[in-house]
């Protein structure tokens, strides 16, 4: 192939969670797990962060890294699983917050954990073919937002997004060859209507990478036999990596070494980026290879199958390496937080349609940060909103308004209690916006109302 990597980007959430401050909540693991795993941190997405805003910012940087001209781009394709729409393209909406051209073939692509793999050699064929010139893909997940609280997949659940941009013109890694392998299986999963992430097994030992390995071994003999390369053919290899586990697990069946694997498995430092976790890894073998190298990835998506795919480093990374925003830069510069306020930031505690009309009417299902998952009633010492706020629209602080406790639903053994604003009602919100808009003199009565 002619077509290869010309650039690429990355974006992760600033904020960071220890595992030990998520099992200070549940207590739902031995500890000594955490080792075994490779956990440590995960990402936080904070309050306005979403798949969409991550592979934003992880496009603009590849665009900007690459030196082309957003007009010129031919095709974009975003892999998630968890795009914020559930018809919708989200790739619609980064044409225009790119400043792409409305003749771009936009479009998302969901292969699970393997997304950004299928999406880029979807891409790469447009390229190859000549009916574009470049094209834009992105793998970009939010893991942590769709992971029930007290599953121990949040301990690892994170997010993240990788761009890269393709083109046939001097590119710092060129394509090289493709080898799948697919069949159903209900590993992990999500179905309609559905906000979390289902497990079909559990989350550690062997029966929790059910499935792995029935895919990568196939898919990554099949590279090998397809090119006539061995193992020992290549530099470097980006692996599945959910838990440090999982790259052991591919090292060994398909005979690859330790150094071309372990030292490129982030997974303590970030956690499980889903469909941004493997190219992740190849993101940060290009930050540091040399020309010549020949990097293998394999990508493994829950229920979606395994991709095996090969690159070879050109002349021109040298000379084109990225001198900023590096993955190690990145993983780096966070911002630890505890685990009332990665509930708070993540909105777990209620439905989607809830939390955006929470965002907008600061005063519905406050919690107190030091008990957030209370099922009794309780005399609360501070209560916050989902926007951060401790005051409502007056600037009184929550704890002191008119508040009643709301009980969990019982059947519900994951629901629990919260507390709501009486007079600053969804009601009052709904109605302080008619008043805006018949009468802007309305304001000072209404923040008159809201201060009670």
């Known amino acids: ?217 196939p898919a990554g003999q099949a590279l090998f036999q397809k090119t006539g390369l061995t193992p020992a053919d290549f530099a470097k290899f980006a692996v599945p990596q959910k838990t440090g586990i999982r790259p052991l697990m591919t090292m060994g069946k398909l005979e690859l070494d330790m150094m071309q694997v372990l030292p490129y498995v982030l997974t303590a430092q970030i956690g499980d980026c889903g469909a941004a976790g493997v190219p992740l890894s190849l993101a940060h073998i290009l930050d540091f290879a040399e020309p010549g190298e020949r990097i293998g990835v394999i990508d493994y998506g829950a229920g979606a199958g395994c991709d095996a795919w090969s690159l070879v480093t050109t002349e021109a990374i040298a000379e084109r390496r990225p001198q900023s925003g590096l993955v190690i830069e990145q993983l780096d510069d966070k911002i630890m937080v505890d685990y009332a306020t990665m509930t708070k930031y993540e909105q777990k505690y209620m439905p989607p349609f809830l939390a955006k009309m929470i965002l907008a009417d600061r005063g519905m299902g406050l919690i107190d940060p030091q008990n957030p998952i209370a099922r009794e009633p309780f005399q609360p010492r501070q209560l916050i909103d989902s926007n951060g706020s401790f005051t409502n629209r007056a600037g009184k602080p929550y704890v002191e308004c008119n508040v009643k406790w709301v009980n969990p639903v019982k059947k519900n053994p994951w629901d629990h209690g919260y507390f709501d604003n009486v007079i600053f009602s969804y009601s009052c919100h709904c109605e302080e916006r008619f008043l805006r808009r018949s009468n802007p003199l309305a304001n000072q009565e209404t923040a008159s109302l809201c201060s009670q």
Request: glycine share 10%; net charge negative.
């Open 1 to 217: 192939m002619n077509t290869g990597i010309l650039s690429y980007g990355v974006a992760l959430p600033r904020y960071r969670i220890e595992a030990g401050e998520i099992w200070k909540v549940w207590k739902n693991i031995s500890p000594t797990f955490f080792d075994m795993l490779s956990i440590g941190e995960r990402g936080v997405l904070g309050p306005e962060e979403d798949t969409l805003t991550l592979a934003v910012a992880a496009a603009k940087q590849a665009l900007e890294r690459s030196g082309i001209a957003a007009e010129q781009i031919g095709a974009l394709f975003l892999g998630s699983g968890t795009s914020p729409y559930a018809t919708k393209a989200a790739a619609a909406v980064m044409v225009d917050a790119l400043g792409l051209p409305n003749h771009v073939l936009a479009a998302d692509i969901q292969c699970a954990d393997k997304s950004g793999s299928t999406a880029l050699w979807l891409a790469a064929g447009l390229v190859e073919s000549g009916q574009v010139e470049y094209a834009l893909v992105v793998a970009a997940d939010t893991i942590n937002r769709h992971t029930q609280p007290g599953m121990v997949l949040e301990y690892v659940a994170s997010a993240g997004a990788v761009a890269f941009l393709l083109g046939k013109e001097n590119p710092i890694a060129v394509l090289e060859a493709l080898a799948t392998h697919t069949h159903d299986q209900n590993d992990y999963f999500r179905v309609e209507g559905e906000r979390f992430i289902q497990p079909g097994a559990g989350f550690y030992g062997w029966v929790a990478n059910w499935g792995l390995l029935e895919h990568v071994v």
